[in-house]
């Protein structure tokens, strides 16, 4: 079935550092959608990416789709500990009939 | 708009007892899910319904069963509940189909002893 890795799986930081995340498909994506899961939260909506090679800024937050739709980034410029959680990407294959999460990256910020 | 409810919040079970999840949401979605999440692990598909009247199986379908009871609601239940269905359940909604945001409830805490 479809696969969507996403690495690293955990990712520890100071205040002020930047971070990424990074997801891969084996299969091409129809597109690909990122969420936020604060600690002891459920999974929140961030955004969705659709095109080739698209670029989304979020303020300090910056979505990238590759230009083949087989992967996708995140990355997050000077953290604060308000982004401290777990980041989920989840992509459709295009043939399939949903989405399939990856297993996520869990971001700490230390102060 | 409360988007998607769940109830109950949480739960303790003895090991054999069954119940029900239950998930609505307000959104006019098509689509619905269950995912169960395990402490410090990803979310794992247990049923999802493409639109009302369907149903499918995800990755970790045994043990559940799923009623789409209609466009609003979709609900879980745990026949004989074991120890290793202790879990956070979510449900999830998207407008569907090829919309794929998904709308995720608050979740139920679920333990079985």
């Known amino acids: 079935g479809q696969q969507v890795m996403q690495i690293p799986q955990y990712q520890h930081v100071q205040e002020g550092e ?26 929140v909506f961030l955004i969705q990416l659709v095109k080739s090679g698209e670029v989304k800024k979020q303020k300090r937050l910056t979505f990238q789709f590759g230009e083949a739709k087989k992967n996708s980034s995140l990355h997050i410029t000077a953290t604060q500990t308000t982004d401290v959680g777990t980041y989920f990407c989840a992509g459709r294959n295009t043939n399939a009939g ?14 | 708009n409360a988007g998607v409810t769940q109830t109950p919040k949480f739960q303790v079970l003895k090991t054999g007892q069954s119940m029900t999840l239950q998930c609505a949401q307000d959104m006019n979605h098509n689509s619905m899910y269950w995912y169960r999440q395990d402490p410090g692990m990803g979310l794992r598909l247990i049923y999802y319904s493409a ?38 359940y979510f449900c999830a909604s998207s407008p569907g189909p090829l919309t794929d945001t998904q709308y995720f409830g608050p979740g139920t805490r679920l333990t079985v002893l």
């Open chain 1, 18 to 43: 930047d971070f990424t995340t990074y997801c891969n498909s084996s299969t091409t994506l129809s597109n690909i959608q990122w969420y936020k899961q604060r600690p002891g939260g459920h999974p």
């Open chain 1, 98 to 111: 949903k989405s399939t999460f990856g297993d996520g990256t869990t971001l700490t910020v230390k102060p």
């Open chain 2, 51 to 88: 639109s009302e009247g369907t149903t499918d199986k995800g990755e970790v379908p045994n043990g559940y069963n799923v009623s789409r009871l209609n466009k609003r609601e979709f609900s879980l239940r745990l026949e004989s509940a074991a120890p290793s269905q202790t879990s956070v």
